[in-house]
Nanobody, 112 residues
Framework: VQLQASGGGLVQAGGSLRLSCAAS???????MGWYRQAPGKQRDLVAA???????NYGDSVLGRFTISRDNAKNLVYLQMNSLKPEDTAVYYC????????WGQGTQVTVSS
């Protein structure tokens, strides 16, 4: 399975972005997640979703981010609202735990 994240960009604080993750090949992972890594920091899980649609979020994004998936199309989404400068990071998708090869990620930059 190869993962390709897209949809990042530069946005002002308070703005929104929608990230997409396309998984090629056989895709039978139950739980998928979005991770992020800010400069000089470790890569952290911010949101996860199961095939059945159950979700969980990190405290820092709860109420602002929404994760979803389209199982038929092998896509995972992350809707990010009310963005803050501290959300600036490279965002990646992967299984939870991250057993797949990491893709390139997509840069999200939030200006104040």
């Amino acid at each position: 399975v190869q993962l390709q994240a897209s949809g990042g960009g530069l946005v002002q604080a308070g703005g929104s972005l929608r990230l997409s993750c396309a998984a090629s090949g056989s895709f039978s992972i139950n739980k998928m997640g979005w991770y992020r890594q800010a400069p000089g920091k470790q890569r952290d899980l911010v949101a996860a979703v199961t095939k059945g649609g159950s979700t969980n979020y990190g405290d820092s994004v709860l109420g602002r981010f929404t994760i979803s998936r389209d199982n038929a199309k092998n896509l995972v989404y992350l809707q990010m609202n009310s963005l803050k400068p501290e959300d600036t990071a490279v965002y990646y998708c992967n299984a939870v735990p991250p057993i797949l090869n990491w893709g390139q990620g997509t840069q999200v930059t939030v200006s104040s």
